[in-house]
């Protein structure tokens, strides 16, 4: 989201940006102020084990924005200065997360109540698969892989529409359509309504939205159909910076046959990971002394360390797949990193661990970009024989794929960011007000949307005709 805030204060507009993630105050550069709401608390243990341990499916996201609630009704009663401040300024827009900022729907929807400001919806992953149904938007259910279903265990586990059992999953994934604002809105929104939205509703709230921006994938296979008020934004590759001599050195060794790259991101902490993991990557990456492994590892590593390894809790992960040595990255599919070896044109073995990570991966290896290892019945043996797949013969044909595939990625008719701020300011100067024609689709229901009155009916008359 900060490229589009970023672009726009290139613009000269003025930004205020509400923060409760960071620990210090973010500098943004000019034109953009920071109100800090957070109180730098680390996640429950109990989170953090269950990121290792479970996978979250559609269907469980109500219990997501509960704890969001949960969390928004700290800040309420924390910072009801602050909250209180940030209501009482004049904005010409808002813009804020689309999954379970219930801080960011709490003020879009006070300042559109009493100001008439409009609001954009900002997705930095996957959308809900209700929210195109919620604002009108009905995508064929094969169009792409659900999040519903279980992780696949190999390569040839992941989505396929011909497959009868995937089909089966995304039909059901439809279950979570309906279901979503139903128990969001029974279960899930008491701070909120506590706080002066006693009637606020989460379908309403997602469909009068002036606009939705999404980072997924929205082109290369399995593209997202885009709408007047829906538009994908995600590629952006920016210039990578330079690395620092102490890591420049080590990946330059000249005994090395390249460089491997391994993180899975900053929330599954290595910490709280299962033991059966720690041994797999420990004992399958020592095996690999030809090649420069960073590995990004925020518990305490081994006494025997090898010298092949690079341990490190942070590693400039942008930079570090830029580097011409670099031949791999081992990742957890998050979005972000995804999109940065989309930009680096580098290969990929993934193991997704939660969110929409199942999806990306899917969405890689269907197109060849990648190989899958299950975070629950991964071997050291399963995740060597993953890394050597790729570092193996295919290579070569695997790296002229990643660098083809990143210039398709990149090739647009403008900048994402560009793109993104044309519309946010089109919100803004028209208050949200003609910004685009209504949707008749809006008008249908769950049912009608799809056709189940005609289907019922049909069969209904068929019975009858035999009886």
Known sequence: ??????ELASRGHHITVVDTTSKHPPNYGPNVSVVMFSDNKPKSDELLNMIWQKYFMQWQVPTLFTIGDAYFGMMARNYSDKITAVLNQHFDACLIDDIFALDGMYIAEILHRRKGTPYLLYGTTINFDS???????????????????????????????????????NVLGL????????????FSLTNLRRFGLPDFDFRTFYRDASFLFTETFDRLSMP???????????P????????????????NDPKSNGTIIVALGSNAKWTHAPEYLKTAFWTALRNFTNYRIVFTYDADP???????LKVSKWAPQRALLAHPTTKLFVSHSGLKSVNEALCAGVPLVLMPI???????????VAQGRATLINKWTLTAETLQNAIQSQLGPAWP?????????AKIYVDRIARPSAISAFYAERVAKTGGRGTTWPKAALKLSFVQVWGIDVIVGVIGFIVILSA
């Open 1 to 6: 989201m900060s490229k589009l805030f970023l």
């Open 131 to 169: 929210t195109p149904y919620l604002r009108g938007d009905a995508r064929h259910v094969l169009h792409r892989p659900s999040n519903t279903g279980r992780l696949p265990q190999t390569d040839a586990d992941v989505y396929n529409p011909k497959s009868f059992y995937h089909r089966v999953v």
């Open 175 to 186: 279950l979570e359509i309906p279901w979503t604002p139903f128990a969001v809105n029974l």
């Open 224 to 234: 997202t159909t885009e709408v007047v008020d829906f538009k994908g934004v995600g």
């Open 236 to 251: 952006y590759c920016p210039p990578a910076h330079t690395l620092s001599p102490e890591w420049d050195t080590f990946l």
């Open 302 to 308: 081994p006494n025997d360390v090898p010298p092949h």
């Open 354 to 364: 939660f969110a929409e990570q199942k999806v990306n991966a899917e969405f890689m």
């Open 397 to 405: 044909e695997l790296k002229a794929k990643a660098v083809r595939y």
